[in-house]
């Protein structure tokens, strides 16, 4: 099978998609959090009924629906190919203007709106591969937003291509588009019932051929300091500074090892995220990392002992520790149904490739999704460097990216 007919509407679609600011916002409470998601989806409601797929909704929390019918009348597992529309809020997404640099030759790439910045095959190594590729990078002022508008646009694409090539064979593939996948919130109000699929993938990988199996297992924990408020001129043999406790307590923890700036590969991670401290109180939120799920126990009884030996320094003090889960390494659930990574594998030799499969030091919407009763491992679409002013994606990645699920899905009915 080959695509050499299609005149890809991907790198379009994708320089379209990034110019709609979809930033989620970790402060809000609102489902989807910020309002401004909902522009790109409703252009993908409208950009999908377009195309002849009449069904296609977004809900109020956020989420787009459709599907492209099957083409065989026998039983096939439902498939779904899902990503996210919202970007991260490390580097802003508002005002992103995408530029097309086309056959990388080797030289570093500027942006011209920011003179001082460039990106170069010494500092992305990966950039040795896309010799040739056309480059997407944004000005200099934004993210790019590839991360995940690569994986839409490569969605979006593959129905194009498919509804108008009835001949080809396939089961019934769902499309979901979730919300706040970059604040962990990507798939809380997804109706499963609704989707009704039985295996997944999400498109939210890196350098072609990847293929993503596993994920960090994953917590939330927080730590609160209680000190003792005392005026400031009359403080003596009184106050107990909560400011200083969390101080005393972050230089505690370890600095060569247990934290993500000095791990790599299998190694696990505990990493402060967001602290707020005033004189009577400190709270201190973490995230905990292992790609083993029984060990994020130990890791979690090691942050409290610190957090114990910290108030023993600082007499009258308290402290409470709390966890919350917040996914789990999705190979605990692909490994009861080897066919999902089995055929994906299959997918990407007939598409060129040799797949190479790796696990994720973080999660994306299919460690959860996974357990939430669909399989769901992960795709490539190109994007690198990403959450950064560097963020870029190659437009021959995401044409590879549609080939392979075309191939997927023709694998699943076969």
Same mark, same amino acid.
């Given at each position: 099978?080959?695509?050499?007919?299609?005149?890809?509407?991907?790198?379009?679609?994708?320089?379209?998609?990034?110019?709609?600011?979809?930033?989620?916002?970790?402060?809000?409470?609102?489902?989807?959090?910020?309002?401004?998601?909902?522009?790109?989806?409703? &252009?993908?409601?409208?950009? $999908?009924?377009?195309?002849?797929?009449?069904?296609?909704?977004?809900?109020?929390?956020?989420?787009?629906?459709?599907?492209?019918?099957?083409?065989?009348?026998? #039983?096939?597992?439902? &498939?779904?190919?899902?990503?996210?529309?919202?970007?991260?809020?490390?580097?802003?997404?508002?005002?992103?203007?995408?530029? +097309?640099?086309?056959?990388?030759?080797?030289?570093?790439?500027?942006?011209?709106?920011?003179?001082?910045?460039? +990106?170069?095959?010494?500092?992305?190594?990966?950039?040795?591969?896309?010799?040739? #590729?056309?480059?997407?990078?944004?000005?200099?002022?934004? $993210? &790019?937003?590839?991360? #995940?508008?690569?994986?839409?646009?490569?969605? %979006?694409?593959?129905?194009?291509? $498919?509804?108008?090539?009835?001949?080809?064979?396939?089961?019934?593939?769902?499309?979901?588009?979730?919300?706040?996948?970059?604040?962990?919130?990507?798939?809380?109000?997804?109706?499963?019932?609704?989707?009704?699929?039985?295996?997944?993938?999400? +498109?939210?990988?890196?350098?072609?051929?990847? +293929?993503?199996?596993?994920?960090?297992?994953?917590?939330?924990?927080?730590?609160?300091?209680?000190?003792?408020?005392?005026?400031?001129?009359?403080?003596?043999?009184?106050?107990?500074?909560?400011?200083?406790?969390?101080?005393?307590?972050?230089?505690?923890?370890?600095?060569?090892?247990?934290?993500?700036?000095?791990?790599?590969?299998?190694?696990?991670?505990?990493?402060?995220?967001?602290?707020?401290?005033?004189?009577?109180?400190?709270?201190?939120?973490?995230?905990?990392?292992?790609?083993?799920?029984?060990? $994020?126990?130990?890791?979690?009884?090691?942050?409290?002992?610190?957090?114990?030996?910290?108030?023993?320094?600082?007499?009258?003090?308290?402290?409470?520790?709390?966890?919350?889960?917040?996914?789990?390494?999705?190979?605990?659930?692909?490994?009861?149904?080897?066919?999902?990574?089995?055929?994906?594998?299959?997918?990407?030799?007939?598409?060129?490739?040799?797949?190479?499969?790796?696990?994720?030091?973080?999660?994306?919407?299919?460690?959860? &999704?996974?357990?939430?009763? %669909?399989?769901?491992?992960?795709?490539?679409?190109?994007?690198?460097?990403?959450?950064?002013?560097?963020?870029?994606?190659?437009?021959?990645?995401?044409?590879?990216?549609?080939?392979?699920?075309?191939?997927?899905?023709?694998?699943?009915?076969?």
């Amino acid at each position: 099978m080959s695509l050499k007919d299609h005149k890809h509407t991907v790198s379009e679609r994708f320089m379209r998609y990034v110019q709609i600011d979809t930033e989620a916002d970790p402060n809000s409470e609102t489902q989807p959090s910020s309002e401004k998601q909902k522009d790109l989806s409703r &252009l993908l409601v409208d950009e $999908l009924i377009d195309m002849g797929i009449e069904d296609a909704e977004l809900d109020r929390f956020g989420y787009v629906y459709a599907t492209i019918p099957a083409t065989v009348y026998k #039983d096939v597992p439902v &498939l779904c190919f899902c990503s996210h529309v919202d970007t991260a809020p490390d580097v802003t997404g508002a005002n992103v203007k995408p530029v +097309l640099h086309k056959k990388f030759d080797g030289s570093p790439i500027l942006f011209a709106d920011d003179a001082a910045l460039s +990106l170069s095959m010494e500092d992305h190594p990966y950039l040795k591969e896309r010799l040739g #590729d056309d480059i997407i990078t944004a000005s200099g002022k934004t $993210l &790019l937003g590839a991360d #995940d508008k690569a994986g839409i646009a490569i969605i %979006m694409d593959l129905a194009a291509y $498919l509804i108008k090539r009835p001949e080809i064979p396939h089961g019934k593939i769902r499309i979901l588009f979730t919300p706040d996948e970059e604040i962990g919130r990507g798939v809380n109000k997804v109706d499963m019932e609704k989707l009704g699929a039985d295996f997944g993938y999400t +498109l939210d990988g890196g350098p072609r051929g990847v +293929l993503e199996g596993e994920s960090f297992s994953a917590d939330g924990a927080t730590v609160i300091f209680e000190g003792i408020s005392a005026h400031p001129g009359y403080a003596k043999d009184k106050m107990v500074n909560s400011i200083k406790i969390a101080s005393h307590f972050m230089d505690s923890l370890p600095k060569d090892s247990w934290c993500p700036e000095r791990t790599s590969g299998r190694e696990p991670f505990v990493h402060p995220v967001h602290m707020d401290a005033a004189v009577e109180n400190a709270i201190i939120h973490f995230i905990v990392r292992d790609f083993e799920t029984s060990k $994020l126990a130990e890791h979690e009884a090691r942050l409290e002992e610190y957090a114990k030996a910290t108030c023993a320094a600082f007499p009258g003090t308290k402290y409470t520790f709390t966890v919350k889960e917040q996914y789990r390494n999705m190979r605990e659930m692909l490994d009861r149904h080897p066919q999902v990574m089995a055929h994906a594998m299959e997918a990407y030799k007939r598409a060129g490739m040799n797949p190479v499969t790796e696990s994720i030091r973080g999660g994306t919407d299919g460690s959860r &999704l996974s357990f939430m009763g %669909m399989p769901c491992p992960n795709i490539f679409t190109g994007e690198m460097a990403i959450h950064s002013r560097k963020e870029y994606v190659s437009v021959q990645d995401m044409e590879k990216a549609v080939e392979t699920l075309v191939h997927l899905s023709n694998i699943w009915a076969e």
